[in-house]
């Protein structure tokens, strides 16, 4: 199963393809935040509890 690490990763890469500078930033943003909490985690062993606390 793929980690969020990796699948933020490949996300990043969408963006920084095809939008905008700020929309790359503000992704960043969030996804830095998210990667730093559940990174090394499977994609399936976050819940939206998990998410949302």
Same mark, same amino acid.
């Given at each position: 199963?793929? &980690? @969020?690490? &990796?699948? @933020?990763? =490949? =996300?990043?890469?969408? =963006?920084?393809?095809? !939008?905008?500078?700020?929309?790359? #930033?503000?992704?960043? /943003?969030?996804? #830095?935040? /998210?990667?730093?909490? /559940?990174? *090394? #985690?499977?994609?399936? $062993?976050? $819940? *939206?509890?998990?998410?949302? !606390?």
């Amino acid at each position: 199963m793929m &980690k @969020i690490k &990796k699948a @933020i990763r =490949h =996300h990043l890469e969408y =963006h920084n393809a095809n !939008s905008q500078k700020n929309t790359c #930033r503000c992704v960043e /943003f969030v996804l #830095r935040k /998210f990667n730093n909490q /559940f990174g *090394e #985690r499977t994609l399936d $062993s976050v $819940s *939206e509890e998990d998410v949302l !606390s």
